[in-house]
Every structure is written in C-alpha cells, then in structure tokens.
C-alpha cells in the first residue's frame, strides 16, 4: 500500500504548488512528469486492479478473425467491437502491458488536456480527476475518457461533434448510450433551491420501489446481459444499514451540499460560463446517480462515472477565485480533506484487488 500512499498524496503538495504564481509552461511540464510517473504505476502493474484475469484473457484471445462477434462471458454477450480493435491492434505491436501503458497514456492525456485547456488551475484540476476516477481503469473509465471529448462540443454547441464521440465511446462500452440526451441537460441552468431539492430527494425522499423501477428501466434501455444481471440481482436483494454506512451515506450528504452551495456562491461574485454551468450541473448529476444506484451492481452502478469531470473543472473555478480572498485557507483545507476522503474510499474498493501492487519486475506467484 506504500506505493499507493506516495503517488496520491504527493497530489497533495502539487494542488498547493498550483496555487502559487507559477508561469503556465512550468505547469505543463509538472503535468507531463505527472502524466509518465501515473502511466508507468497503472501501466507496469501486473495480477493488480480489479478483473484482471478477465481483460488479460480478452487481450490474449482476441484476434483479428473474433473481434466482431468476440463473446465476453461465452455467451451472447459480445465485446464492443472497438474495445476489441483496440486490444487487437495493441497486439500487433506488443503485449498486454503495452496495452495498459498506452490506454492510460490515453486517459492521463484526456486529464491534461482538458486541464490546460479549459481551466485556470491546471494542476487541480489534474489531481482531482486522478483521485476521483479508479486506481486502475478498465473499460468503462476508457470509455468515461473518450466522453470527455464532448466538453470542446458542450462549449462551441456543435451537437454533430457531440453524437460522435458519443458514438465511438460506445463501441468501447454499450452504457455510454446513455450520455446522448445530455448534450441539452447539461446546458440546462438548474438553480440552486432546485438542485439542493433535487439531491436530497435522490438521497432521503425516493423510495426503495421507486430506485428499483429506475434501475429496471435503465437495465432494458442497455441491452447488455452483465447489467441486467446486476440489476436483477439488486431487485432481489434486501440491504441492511449499519451505523457505517449511515455515516458514510451523511458525510457524502454534507459534503455534496457543501460543494454545490460552493459552486452557487461563485456564480454571485463572477460571471457564469456555460463551461461551468455544464460542470456544474455534471457535477449534480452524478452526485444524484450515485444516491440512487449503488456501485455495488457492477456496470450499471459505474454510469455516474460518466459525469466524473464535473467536480474538478467547477473546483478550478472555484479555487481560482477564493484563493484571492480571506477564504482561500478554508477552500484550500475543504480541498485536501476532500482528497483524503476520495483516496481511502478508493483503497476500500476491492481491496483483495489492490493490495499488494504486483508490477512486471515482481515473480510469480502473484498471492492474493
């Protein structure tokens, strides 16, 4: 865990050295030796991160004779054919630990770019994106990555530009379908009463039926066996809620709210952007869907992380104007308890996944 402990906390120090009066081209270079050190740590892994044995078959069963009809489980259940292309095309060149260093090369630039691009503070914007997606992603982040190629569409409106990279994220993974009538909900301003009602409803209001009804309808919408399965399989169950879970399910409560009243007062001292109405508005949404449907229940449970970019952009906003005033100290401390907060829900998720990292330079065998 050691390993882990390093590279995410010395996030830590980087969001303090964004707030100091660095040019931008040092910035881009932090990034950059950023970008090689967390490709090479999620690149060079080996028997770690979630299904692992499952992604390493693919990788070596694919071809280019199967990758059109390449069943995942055996079944009718086929593999996207471009997240098949991908590992099939990968495969000519090496093997699977080159395909590992060249999707999260991919998915770490994504991070850069937008960060650059589109926001004042750059290297925030960086670490938060890190420390809010998964140690190690695997198919769905690839496709929540190629999604954030819509922000350039969201901001200059283009909707052709947007239905295609809709499009191709969901030959990476079928649930990306339902990013398409966003384009219009994401630019939709939600005031913030509303948005406060609209998350403590999906929190406290809405009914166990009603959370099975949605999650039903969301399993048809995606034809994919997995996420009926998961769904069925959450219709049929019964939960009990321990004295953590409530606590966790509060502190996640206070912690939404606080952001999105963050977020409200920014929008009183400048001037709104739709760049930040639609990061903001991500932002909700997700909050929301993680309310409603639990993680738990495997790709269905995962959609929110579609709308991951919603935080981090609307921060950089955000920190970028209060670290000019007398509250800067009570933003920058929100920010790091944050990043602590989001780093050890990360190390609770599938632990016996994570912990030991085994990496190339390891010798078998890989205990568990």
């Known amino acids: 865990m050691f390993i882990y402990i390093i590279l995410y906390l010395s996030l830590l120090p980087s969001i303090l050295y964004d707030t100091t009066k660095t040019t931008i081209i040092k910035k881009k270079r932090f990034l950059i030796f950023l970008i090689i050190i967390f490709t090479l740590f999620r690149g060079l892994r080996w028997n770690t991160g979630t299904d692992?044995?499952?992604?390493?078959?693919?990788?070596?069963?694919?071809?280019?004779?199967?990758?059109?009809?390449?069943?995942?489980?055996?079944?009718?259940?086929?593999?996207?054919?471009?997240?098949?292309?991908?590992?099939?095309?990968?495969?000519?060149?090496?093997?699977?630990?080159?395909?590992?260093?060249?999707?999260?090369?991919?998915?770490?630039?994504?991070?850069?770019?937008?960060?650059?691009?589109?926001?004042?503070?750059?290297?925030?914007?960086?670490?938060?994106?890190?420390?809010?997606?998964?140690?190690?992603?695997?198919?769905?982040?690839?496709?929540?990555?190629?999604?954030?190629?819509?922000?350039?569409?969201?901001?200059?409106?283009?909707?052709?530009?947007?239905?295609?990279?809709?499009?191709?994220?969901?030959?990476?993974?079928?649930?990306?379908?339902?990013?398409?009538?966003?384009?219009?909900i994401l630019r939709y301003k939600i005031n913030f009463l509303l948005q406060i009602v609209l998350y403590t409803a999906c929190t406290f209001l809405i009914s166990e039926t009603t959370i099975r009804g949605i999650i039903l309808g969301m399993s048809l919408i995606m034809p994919i066996s997995s996420v009926q399965e998961a769904a069925q399989n959450y219709l049929n169950a019964s939960f009990d809620y321990d004295i953590s879970k409530v606590v966790s399910g509060i502190t996640s409560y206070i912690m939404a709210v606080t952001f999105l009243f963050l977020m409200h007062l920014y929008t009183k001292k400048r001037q709104e952007t739709l760049l930040y109405t639609v990061s903001v508005n991500a932002y909700l949404y997700l909050s929301c869907i993680s309310q409603v449907i639990p993680e738990s229940i495997g790709d269905l449970g995962r959609v929110g992380g579609f709308f991951i970019w919603g935080l981090p952009i609307a921060f950089s906003f955000i920190t970028d104007y209060y670290f000019k005033t007398k509250f800067k100290y009570i933003v920058l401390i929100l920010l790091i308890l944050y990043c602590i907060y989001k780093f050890i829900r990360l190390c609770g998720l599938f632990p016996e996944a994570l912990f030991p990292y085994y990496s190339i330079f390891n010798s078998a065998p890989y205990v568990r």
């Open 52 to 184: 692992w044995d499952q992604y390493l078959n693919h990788f070596e069963s694919l071809n280019i004779n199967n990758f059109l009809d390449y069943s995942r489980y055996g079944g009718d259940e086929t593999l996207e054919p471009l997240y098949a292309f991908i590992n099939v095309f990968i495969g000519f060149f090496g093997d699977y630990t080159l395909f590992l260093i060249v999707t999260n090369l991919f998915i770490l630039y994504t991070y850069y770019y937008i960060s650059i691009k589109y926001t004042p503070k750059p290297i925030i914007t960086f670490a938060l994106l890190l420390i809010c997606t998964s140690f190690f992603p695997v198919r769905l982040e690839l496709a929540a990555t190629v999604l954030m190629w819509t922000i350039p569409s969201l901001i200059s409106q283009n909707v052709k530009q947007f239905l295609l990279v809709v499009f191709i994220a969901f030959f990476i993974h079928k649930s990306a379908i339902i990013f398409l009538p966003f384009y219009w």
